[in-house]
Nanobody
Protein backbone atom coordinates (compact mmCIF):
# COMPACT_ATOMS: atom_id res chain seq x y z
CA UNK A 1 0.00 0.00 0.00
CA UNK A 2 1.64 3.24 -1.21
CA UNK A 3 1.15 6.32 0.92
CA UNK A 4 2.50 9.81 0.26
CA UNK A 5 2.19 12.57 2.86
CA UNK A 6 3.14 16.14 2.05
CA UNK A 7 4.04 18.95 4.43
CA UNK A 8 5.69 22.35 4.40
CA UNK A 9 3.15 24.47 2.60
CA UNK A 10 2.11 27.87 3.85
CA UNK A 11 1.79 31.53 3.04
CA UNK A 12 4.78 33.57 1.94
CA UNK A 13 5.46 36.92 0.33
CA UNK A 14 6.65 37.16 -3.24
CA UNK A 15 10.38 36.57 -3.43
CA UNK A 16 10.33 34.28 -0.43
CA UNK A 17 11.13 30.59 -0.09
CA UNK A 18 9.45 27.41 1.08
CA UNK A 19 10.53 23.79 1.25
CA UNK A 20 7.97 21.08 0.73
CA UNK A 21 8.50 17.55 2.01
CA UNK A 22 6.84 14.29 1.10
CA UNK A 23 7.27 11.14 3.14
CA UNK A 24 6.54 7.98 1.23
CA UNK A 25 5.82 4.44 2.27
CA UNK A 26 5.24 1.28 0.32
CA UNK A 27 7.40 2.48 -2.56
CA UNK A 28 10.25 0.60 -4.20
CA UNK A 29 12.52 3.61 -4.49
CA UNK A 30 14.97 1.87 -6.77
CA UNK A 31 12.22 1.42 -9.37
CA UNK A 32 10.01 4.45 -8.95
CA UNK A 33 10.11 8.00 -10.23
CA UNK A 34 8.48 10.58 -8.08
CA UNK A 35 7.88 14.29 -8.13
CA UNK A 36 5.53 17.22 -7.66
CA UNK A 37 2.62 18.66 -9.55
CA UNK A 38 0.37 21.55 -8.64
CA UNK A 39 -3.13 22.71 -9.28
CA UNK A 40 -4.31 26.26 -8.85
CA UNK A 41 -7.96 26.99 -8.26
CA UNK A 42 -9.84 26.89 -11.52
CA UNK A 43 -6.81 25.75 -13.50
CA UNK A 44 -5.54 22.48 -14.89
CA UNK A 45 -2.99 20.32 -13.16
CA UNK A 46 0.62 21.31 -13.96
CA UNK A 47 3.72 19.19 -13.59
CA UNK A 48 6.36 20.98 -11.55
CA UNK A 49 9.37 18.67 -11.09
CA UNK A 50 10.30 15.02 -11.18
CA UNK A 51 13.24 12.87 -10.15
CA UNK A 52 14.18 9.44 -11.42
CA UNK A 53 14.67 6.32 -9.38
CA UNK A 54 18.01 6.75 -7.67
CA UNK A 55 18.00 10.49 -8.30
CA UNK A 56 20.16 10.42 -11.40
CA UNK A 57 17.83 12.49 -13.59
CA UNK A 58 15.54 15.42 -12.91
CA UNK A 59 12.93 17.33 -14.85
CA UNK A 60 11.49 20.78 -14.25
CA UNK A 61 8.67 22.73 -15.81
CA UNK A 62 9.91 25.80 -17.65
CA UNK A 63 7.94 27.98 -15.25
CA UNK A 64 10.05 26.88 -12.27
CA UNK A 65 13.47 26.23 -13.77
CA UNK A 66 16.21 28.02 -11.87
CA UNK A 67 13.91 28.67 -8.90
CA UNK A 68 12.84 25.22 -7.67
CA UNK A 69 15.02 22.23 -6.79
CA UNK A 70 13.85 18.67 -6.32
CA UNK A 71 15.79 16.23 -4.18
CA UNK A 72 15.28 12.92 -2.46
CA UNK A 73 16.63 11.27 0.65
CA UNK A 74 15.97 7.57 0.27
CA UNK A 75 17.31 6.84 3.74
CA UNK A 76 14.44 8.94 5.09
CA UNK A 77 11.94 7.94 2.38
CA UNK A 78 11.49 11.65 1.75
CA UNK A 79 11.16 13.83 -1.32
CA UNK A 80 11.78 17.58 -1.16
CA UNK A 81 10.94 20.59 -3.25
CA UNK A 82 12.97 23.68 -2.44
CA UNK A 83 11.13 26.70 -3.82
CA UNK A 84 12.94 30.04 -4.08
CA UNK A 85 11.99 33.39 -5.57
CA UNK A 86 8.34 32.52 -5.25
CA UNK A 87 5.81 34.40 -7.36
CA UNK A 88 2.07 34.90 -6.90
CA UNK A 89 1.52 32.61 -9.89
CA UNK A 90 3.11 29.77 -7.89
CA UNK A 91 0.06 29.80 -5.64
CA UNK A 92 -1.54 26.35 -5.81
CA UNK A 93 -2.10 23.08 -4.04
CA UNK A 94 1.10 21.07 -4.41
CA UNK A 95 0.93 17.30 -4.64
CA UNK A 96 3.59 14.65 -4.28
CA UNK A 97 3.25 11.79 -6.76
CA UNK A 98 4.99 8.53 -7.64
CA UNK A 99 4.89 6.05 -10.49
CA UNK A 100 7.09 3.13 -11.52
CA UNK A 101 6.32 3.42 -15.22
CA UNK A 102 5.80 6.98 -16.43
CA UNK A 103 8.33 9.55 -17.61
CA UNK A 104 9.50 12.37 -15.40
CA UNK A 105 7.67 14.98 -17.45
CA UNK A 106 4.40 13.10 -16.94
CA UNK A 107 4.45 13.68 -13.18
CA UNK A 108 0.98 15.23 -13.21
CA UNK A 109 -0.36 11.86 -14.41
CA UNK A 110 1.45 9.72 -11.84
CA UNK A 111 -0.64 6.94 -10.35
CA UNK A 112 0.12 7.44 -6.65
CA UNK A 113 -0.63 10.88 -5.16
CA UNK A 114 -0.71 12.52 -1.78
CA UNK A 115 -3.42 14.77 -0.38
CA UNK A 116 -1.56 17.97 -1.16
CA UNK A 117 -0.21 20.97 0.69
CA UNK A 118 -1.29 24.53 -0.03
CA UNK A 119 1.21 27.18 -1.08
CA UNK A 120 0.04 30.78 -1.18
CA UNK A 121 2.26 33.58 -2.45
CA UNK A 122 1.14 37.18 -2.07
Amino acid sequence: HVQLVESGGGSVQAGGSLTLSCVGSGIRYSHTCWGWFRQAEGKEREGVAGISAGGRNTWYADSVKGRFTIAEDNAKNTLYLQMNSLKPEDTAMYYCAADPYRRLSDVKEYHYRGQGTQVTVS
